[in-house]
Each structure stands twice: as C-alpha cells, then as structure tokens.
C-alpha cells in the first residue's frame, strides 16, 4: 500500500500515515526500514503493509517510496 507520512514525531519514535482514501495508520519507528524512521519527513510518500492491533490499522514494513 501507498501514503503520505502526515506526522513525524521523531522525539517520541512514531508517527502517522495517511491513505489516498484519507485512512490513518499509526507506525512506530520498529516498523520502517533499518535507518529510514530519522530521515523521513512529513509529506514524504512511503509504501507498508497495515497489520491490525487492539488500537486498530497500523503500518508496517515503512519504506520510502
């Protein structure tokens, strides 16, 4: 799946992915590619994979795209 990283929150290990269809999916900075978490930035278009939790979709396999 394709998004946009619409917030970034480095200091605190995680962030937000939004969808084409406007869906948002939490990620943690585990989720991303070895090194990718400290160089992306809002706006930048990633690709992951959405794996459910108790707190629902979240991001996985974060890479730039």
Known sequence: MR???K???AEK???FISDDKGVEYF???TACARGEFNTLQEGDKVEF???ESSKGPRA???RRA
């Open 7 to 9: 917030r970034h929150l």
């Open 27 to 29: 990620f943690h900075h």
């Open 13 to 15: 290990g995680f962030g």
């Open 49 to 51: 994979t959405v794996a």
């Open 3 to 5: 998004g946009t990283v």
């Open 60 to 62: 996985e396999e974060v």
